[in-house]
């Protein structure tokens, strides 16, 4: 696919929210994401709680087909695979909500882009994705985009190279 280069990932504004519902709500994002609510309250943030995560819509050719957001893993609470992590360890979700866009390559475009967005905004140590083990999908595409597998931990991360070096 020649225009990936034709991949931006914008902050999500509030006229998003029903696209990024009707994203959550199908089946083959439900698998992999869960409760669809929960990640809406999280994105509305009506009481605030939620201001350390960063929410962008990914588009394609100028049209919105996807979501994917960051946050500081120190800023998440305790009880997570994560709660070991340096400080300076950011983490990210990411979705493509359009099917017929699956296995197209925009998956890992979208990853390079996260990635390069984070690293140029928040000068990560590392960046950690925690995708379920059978989303095959999308673990090949953090690999594809240099993450490595802790077996301690069962993240997925990206070492970030000293920024000064």
């Given amino acids: 696919m020649d225009e990936l280069n034709n991949i931006y990932l914008r902050k999500m504004s509030s006229n998003d929210i029903s696209l990024v519902k009707e994203w959550l709500n199908k089946a083959y994002i439900k698998k992999w994401f869960g409760d669809p609510q929960e990640w809406l309250n999280e994105i509305k943030n009506d009481d605030g709680r939620y201001s350390w995560i960063v929410h962008h819509i990914v588009e394609y050719n100028q049209v919105p087909i996807g979501f994917c957001q960051y946050y500081d893993i120190g800023k998440t609470g305790v009880g997570y695979a ?35 967005l984070v690293i140029d905004n928040e000068k990560p140590v590392q960046l950690i994705a925690d ?35």
């Fill in 82 to 116: 994560w709660d070991n992590e340096p400080c300076g360890t950011y983490g990210i979700d990411y979705l493509i909500g359009d099917e017929q866009l699956l296995g197209k390559g925009i998956g890992n475009k979208l990853i390079k882009e996260l990635n390069k």
């Fill in 131 to 165: 995708p379920i083990k059978e989303n095959i999908a999308s673990i090949r595409v953090l690999v594809n985009n240099g993450y490595e597998f802790d077996k301690v931990t069962g993240l997925y991360k990206l070492i970030v190279k000293n920024q000064l070096e």
